[in-house]
């Protein structure tokens, strides 16, 4: 049985961070891509970044390019997003996802994926 449980997320503001953890079980990340969405209010879910099943490649979308970080650890199958110089725009739930196939490149399309993270919720204050 594959598993993402979500760890971090609150309520920051404007200018601060966070760091979400996402830990993986029934699959090692050794050979998986998995990436972070995340969900407004009324929005549709967008990708935020992810990171390659080698983990030597990275992606973002353009408006978190420079203030958010993907990582992950090996050893403790887990990925994480750190995220500084938070803005209010950036409040949102945050799912961690997981992509079953082997071998694969960041993909940024949410139904690509297969396993998902429970979901944490992320508040900027102004």
């Known amino acids: 049985q594959v598993r993402l449980v979500q760890s971090g997320g609150g309520l920051v503001q404007a200018g601060g961070s966070l760091r979400l953890s996402c830990a993986v079980s029934g699959r090692t990340l050794r050979y998986h891509a998995a990436a972070w969405f995340r969900q407004a209010p009324e929005k549709e879910r967008e990708f935020v970044g992810g990171?390659?099943?080698?983990?030597?490649?990275?992606s973002y979308r353009d408006s978190v390019k420079g203030r958010f970080t993907i990582s992950r650890d090996i050893a403790e199958n887990t990925v994480f997003l750190q995220m500084n110089s938070l803005q209010p725009e950036d409040t949102a739930i945050y799912y961690c996802a997981l992509d079953d196939d082997w071998y694969r490149t960041i993909r940024q399309i949410p139904n690509l994926y297969d396993y998902w993270g429970q979901g944490t919720q992320v508040t900027v204050s102004s």
């Open positions: 990171v390659s099943w080698t983990g030597s490649s990275t």
